[in-house]
């Protein structure tokens, strides 16, 4: 897995929509990039929503949101659709991101895990845990508390 202090890796993708995504074009801001199992589920629904209801916050304070699932460009668009979602969703299905970030599950989705990226692109923390309320309660505390 991608470690504090290394540079965030670039990858390409699609994002909900089909269009095309390469994570370096949100370089020169703070970023949450966070990975998640599946869309539509339960602690993802839970994770999107609780992003979504704080996003003008994060917004304002500078901070993007990309999320990231081996779902499909569909999946990922109903999934957003349905909650509203104003943010980002990489449709990760050749698995390319998440392997590149050394959160893929054996059983081929990715890991719950968020990664807090400086302006730089330097890694500064990384949230490991399938609790989804415990990624959006530590990047409040990181990015909305200061």
């Avoid at 390469?22 to 970023?31: A, D, V």
């Avoid at 602690?43 to 949101?65: L, P």
């Avoid at 979602?85 to 893929?104: E, I, M, N, R, W």
Wanted: hydrophobic share 40%; charged share 25%; proline share 5%.
């Amino acid at each position: 897995m991608v470690a504090v202090g290394e540079s965030a890796p670039d990858f390409e993708a699609k994002l909900q929509d089909g269009r095309a995504f390469r994570f370096s074009s949100t370089k020169g801001k703070p970023r949450i990039l966070y990975f998640y199992p599946k869309a539509d589920t339960p602690g993802c629904t839970i994770e999107a929503k609780g992003f979504r209801d704080r996003y003008a916050e994060f917004q304002a304070k500078g901070v993007t949101i990309v999320g990231v699932s081996t779902d499909t460009c569909d999946e990922q668009l109903a999934f957003a659709k349905k909650y509203g979602l104003p943010f980002a969703l990489v449709a990760d299905g050749a698995q390319a991101a998440a392997k590149t970030y050394g959160v893929l599950a054996p059983a081929g989705y990715a890991r719950r895990v968020s990664f807090f990226i400086a302006p730089d692109g330097r890694v500064e923390e990384v949230v490991d845990t399938s609790a989804a309320d415990k990624h959006l309660a530590r990047a409040a505390e990181r990015y909305l508390t200061a």
